[in-house]
């Protein structure tokens, strides 16, 4: 039966902006060779890459940082902008980065990006990361997005608490707190005597509290406002 729905479900709709026209081909007969996948479209710059989004409306964005004409991050935050401005339901963008710890990869997360990858990362892994984003997860651990804001960006001020943050009760502050820690739902639900599931849910409705996508997201939201240790 669960066979019958994969082969019913629609396909998850994948596309690359890298200006590098080999890694490109690998990527499309890569994602191609999937039967849950579709590559829709592909692009050489930033600029092209806005305007294939538009044109294509991909479900992933798989995107370089450094390109000419446009890079990754100014591209990524177009993409995003233009999608919600014409109403419709923004692609997942996954950062390609050539190293762990890389500021414009920070940079591109706060720009609204759902992780990031290393270039080489194993085929088999970025398969999983293309599906993972694209069910609404992060590609990388809270903790990793955590380290790598730690290490480049200074957070704000303090200042008064967003007002979104105000309308979270008091047992989703506490949840809000961990998953900024980077713990993950099975790591809280232990800590807090809690079932996995129930520790979903709140997570779900911290996120749409907040108006926020993601657990990456979450990160970003509690490191700029400095709302955890």
Known sequence: MSDVHQADA??????LVDDQA??????RMLVSSQPDLEFVGEAGNGAAGVSMAAAVHPDVILMDI????????????AILAAAEEAGGTPPRI????????????SRAIRGGASGFLLKDADPEFLLAAIRTVHAGSAVIAASATRELFAHFDAPEPAQEEPEAFRTLT??????????????????????????E?????????????????????????????????
């Open 94 to 105: 996954v950062v390609l980065t050539t190293f762990e710890l890389d500021e414009s990869a």
């Open 66 to 77: 450094r390109m000419p004409v446009m890079d990754g991050i100014d591209a990524t935050v």
């Open 10 to 15: 629609p396909r998850i709709r994948v596309a």
């Open 170 to 195: 008091s047992r989703e502050r506490d949840i809000f707190a961990l998953a900024a820690l980077g713990l993950s739902n099975a790591e809280i639900a232990a800590g807090e005597f809690l079932s």
């Open 197 to 229: 599931a129930t520790v979903k849910t709140h997570i779900s409705r911290i996120l749409s509290k907040l108006s926020l996508r993601d657990r990456v997201q979450l990160v970003v939201f509690a490191f700029q406002h400095r709302l955890t240790q």
């Open 22 to 27: 080999l890694f490109r081909a690998g990527i």
